[in-house]
């Protein structure tokens, strides 16, 4: 029989949607909590779980205790051996503990639930000794080792334990400081490398920073965006040197990497979370405006979790502005944008082609899909 492990960071994207940017560290995961915020994790484990519902009677999946994958294991349909003990909160310990132990038993491959700092902590456990693979959940997904979403993680799995992927390659483990992330200043640093199965029909890539000698063509979108914003409609502005630029055209204050909000070409809401965006357009006209992630493409669903699936519904597809410079374009090398709001069914309503502002008076017509198999495959 074949071996799968799982592993679960319970508390990972939980900061997304109240606007925290991560949830590294017991304040962060406290404050996080009293915000309202409500774990994820293990949702996005069981979906990735149940593409392997057709090998139940040929592996044998090994996870840790209740919500560090059990309850995952649970959820999709599938008995795993449990390992381990954990307490009634979880650290990057016991992620780094798990990590080995399985590796020592020989799992074939090691699937792990969170972000980038669960990226970190698995790489410091095993490196490239094993073959592992990310399913995203967390807020900051800017490494290589992550699969486009649950369900693509789920069925690459698959496809490498059935042999039809066979070729690994060595994928970065990237992280930044929340830190600084909060205050707006984005720095990401390489932390190692995972060994991960190869087939860029699953795997977006990681994270490409953008330009300084971008800054023309950020100014030019910005010009391009006062012309046509409406009076009275209210316009989320997504994080983003991009986005932001029409900020800066303003001399208005922002949150470089939040999400802020303006009216008649004045500033109505700073930093919003989840909550505090429902709120202000509660009744009102709104769009937002986003730009996608350099390299990965990704719209909604990757460091923009304030902007959720009811916010989007309320603001209707119609509304969806998306920016983006030349090279932002490039360096997505072709591939369509991607969505993984966490709802499948939003993400296939919000999926078509969008008219991209890319200069001033200058649109590229550009697909955005769903970040799932059947779609990302052809």
């Not at 954990?86 to 798990?98: F, H």
């Not at 990237?174 to 490398?193: A, M, N, P, T």
């Not at 979790?305 to 519904?313: A, D, M, N």
Request: charged share 25%; proline share 4%; hydrophobic share 40%.
């Amino acid at each position: 029989m074949r071996k799968l492990g799982i592993i679960v960071n319970p508390i990972a994207g939980m900061g997304g949607r109240v606007g925290l940017k991560g949830t590294d560290g017991p304040e962060m995961l406290k404050k996080a909590i009293e915000l309202g915020a409500k774990p994820w994790a293990e949702e996005r484990g069981a979906e990735a779980l149940k593409s392997l519902l057709s090998l139940k009677d040929s592996i044998e999946i090994y996870a840790y205790p209740r919500q560090m994958g059990e309850n995952s294991c649970r959820k999709a349909g599938f008995e795993p051996v449990v390992l381990g003990s954990i307490g009634e909160e979880t650290t990057a310990e016991d992620t780094v503990r798990a990590a080995i132990e399985m590796m020592n038993l020989g799992v074939d491959i090691l699937l792990f639930v969170g972000g980038d700092g669960t990226a970190r902590d698995v790489c410091r456990a095993v490196g490239t000794k094993i073959i592992s693979l990310g399913i995203p959940a967390g807020v900051k997904v800017y490494s290589s080792v992550f699969a486009a979403s649950p369900r693509a993680g789920g069925e690459l799995a698959l496809k490498f334990l059935k042999g039809e992927v066979t070729e690994t390659i060595e994928a970065e483990v990237l992280d930044i400081d929340e830190d600084s992330f909060r205050q707006g200043r984005l720095s990401v640093k390489l932390y190692g490398y995972l060994r991960i199965p190869n087939d860029s029909s699953y795997i977006p890539g990681g994270k490409v920073p953008s330009s300084h000698s971008e800054s023309y063509d950020r100014e030019a979108i910005a010009a391009e965006l006062l012309e046509i914003m409406e009076d009275d409609v209210i316009y989320l502005i997504g994080p983003g040197s991009t986005t932001k630029e029409v900020m800066k055209a303003l001399n208005l204050e922002f949150s470089p990497l939040g999400v802020d909000a303006i009216m008649n070409k004045k500033l109505v809401g700073k930093d919003l979370n989840e909550k505090q965006i429902l709120e202000l357009i509660s009744n009102r006209k709104a769009k937002v405006i986003v730009t996608p992630i350099g390299g990965q493409g990704y719209v909604f669903g990757r460091g923009n979790q304030q902007i959720s699936p009811e916010v989007l519904r309320r603001i209707g597809r119609e509304n969806i502005i998306i920016v983006a410079t030349r090279g932002k374009l490039e360096s997505i090398r072709g591939r369509p944008m991607l969505l993984d709001t966490g709802d499948e069914l939003l993400d296939r309503e919000l999926a078509g082609y969008y008219r991209v502002i890319s200069g001033y008076r200058e649109y590229t017509v550009y697909k955005v899909v769903p970040a799932v198999p059947d779609i990302l495959s052809g």
